[in-house]
């Protein structure tokens, strides 16, 4: 009796739960107040961008997978091996030292991940300052960094790592810092035969398309609820990939509905046209401000998203070319995506830590002028001065600056002062900074005299600039 009753309470439990949820979904479709969004450009495109997203201005992106073994020339080095044009440099590498028999797959079981520390990986990206990462789960090889269902013994769960490495990093962000996490996701593979079928139909069946590239995204989304969906590597129209009928999901009944942001790469017609934001191309960097969010997507390394072992100190971007991309990207109302590679063991390269640890310590002083800001309407480059971008927020306009002029005086063309209360200050510095008129418009700011151990910072500085226009 008592096992009954215990089942008859569980039922009656199954019953009212059920009903609960049919109750929010049959308000959710029939509530005129909640926006159902069609799977069309047209709809999707009406979709307010999450605020999130547009405060956040900076993201780390990390490009991991069995490429990281070779770790030679870049990520594209199966494509370059055995792709149809073949890089001359990667074909002699693998004819020099491996045997004639050897595969790219058999590069999977030394992607071991033995040293993959998703706690450290964590702290680091959240001492960089960057508010989301976006993670590649899987490129255009095809291995997919978590135990995909749909990716037989070529993912990191069955080969290789033995690991969820998607899973490991997503809980490490959550429980230990406030940033965001993203996944990055590659519609096409290389050389996957449904893949390469399609391609040959000329995309007129989709076989690839709904036996794989569409379970695995609905799978990533159930399994890991990213806020961000970096897609890539969409070869093939829009009428191939059916995109918006997964984004229609994502945006009225997934479990991120009212988080994600997705970018434009979708199909060969989608760039620059919709999603979220745009990221029409790698280091996307227009020099105004646009009608719609945008991403410049770049990497540390000047040449490789994935670690290279035969980069030299000179191909890595200095601090002073990191933070003049972020702020003149910043002020033109983008977000920085700022990529670095792993090795195969999972461990960071310091070059790697230092430029996050280092961009962390300037957002520090700095943030204020960066995160949460907008373009300032009358200029974002400096009529006269063209180390001087702006940015705003709160009725404040915030001039940053990347060359520090040698007679301690910034000529500043564009701002001028709305009243006798106008004030600059410096962050970083307590006092008030005295500043004049400029000739022929704008104001000369007298900046302070401060040695090596006062500056407030290395490489770029900000003014805060009060009651002004």
């Known amino acids: 009796m008592i096992t009954l009753l215990r089942l008859s309470v569980l039922i009656a439990l199954c019953i009212v739960s059920l009903a609960t949820e049919f109750r929010h979904f049959e308000k959710a479709h029939k509530d005129p107040q909640v926006k159902r969004y069609e799977p069309t ?3 999707l495109d009406t979709r307010p961008l999450p605020k999130w997203y547009d405060e956040a201005k900076f993201g780390i992106f ?3 997978g069995v490429f990281s073994v070779p770790s030679y020339v870049d990520e594209w080095f199966w494509n370059y091996w055995k792709g149809p044009n073949p890089n001359a440099k990667v074909v ?6 491996y045997p004639p028999d050897f595969t790219y797959g058999d590069f999977a079981s030394q992607f071991k991940a033995e040293l993959y520390d998703p706690d450290y990986w964590a702290d680091l990206i959240q001492e960089s300052g960057a508010k989301y990462v976006v993670l590649t789960t899987k490129h255009h090889e095809g291995f997919t960094n978590w135990g995909s269902k749909h990716s037989w013994n070529w993912n990191a769960v069955d080969v290789g790592p033995h690991k969820d490495l998607v899973g490991m990093l997503a809980n490490s962000i959550r429980n230990r810092t406030d ?3 993203g996944v990055y996701h590659s519609l096409f593979e290389w050389f996957n035969p449904l893949y390469l079928k399609d391609d040959t139909n000329n995309f007129t069946t989709r076989e690839f398309v709904v036996d794989k590239t569409m379970p695995e995204l609905y799978e990533l989304v159930n399994n890991y609820k990213p806020d961000v969906i970096w897609s890539d590597g969409a070869n093939g129209p829009d009428s191939y990939w059916q995109a918006p009928e997964f984004i229609a999901w994502l945006y009225n009944d997934s479990p991120v509905k009212d988080t994600i942001v ?3 790469r979708w199909s060969l017609t989608t760039s620059c046209k919709h999603g979220d934001f745009w990221n029409c191309a790698d280091r996307y960097h227009p020099s105004s401000v646009q009608n719609h969010k945008w991403e410049n997507c770049m990497t ?8 290279r072992r035969e980069a030299v100190i000179a191909d890595y971007l200095t601090m002073h070319e990191i933070l003049q991309t972020m702020i003149s990207t910043v002020a033109y109302g983008g977000n920085l995506l700022m990529n670095m590679g792993p090795c195969h063991d999972g461990t960071i390269m310091g070059i790697f830590q230092e430029r996050l ?4 310590a300037w957002m520090k002083v700095n943030g204020q002028a960066i995160y949460g800001t907008a373009p300032w309407d009358k200029a974002q480059n400096d009529t006269v001065n063209p180390s001087v971008w702006y940015t705003t927020k709160d009725g404040s306009v915030y001039a940053l600056f990347v060359e520090w002029p040698a007679d301690n005086v910034l000529v500043l063309g564009a701002p001028t002062p709305s009243s006798s209360a106008s004030k600059v200050t410096m962050l970083g510095v307590q006092q008030s900074l005295t500043f004049g008129p400029g000739k022929p418009t704008g104001i000369r700011v007298t900046l302070p005299s401060l040695n090596t151990k006062q500056m407030p910072c290395e490489w770029a500085w900000t003014l805060k600039l009060d009651g002004f226009q």
């Open 262 to 264: 997705v970018n434009d």
């Open 300 to 307: 540390i390394d000047k040449y490789s998203w994935g670690f």
């Open 179 to 181: 940033v965001h996490f």
């Open 92 to 97: 002699k590498y693998m004819k020099d030292n």
């Open 62 to 64: 990390i490009h991991w």
């Open 357 to 360: 640890k280092q961009t962390g």
């Open 41 to 43: 450009w047209d709809s």
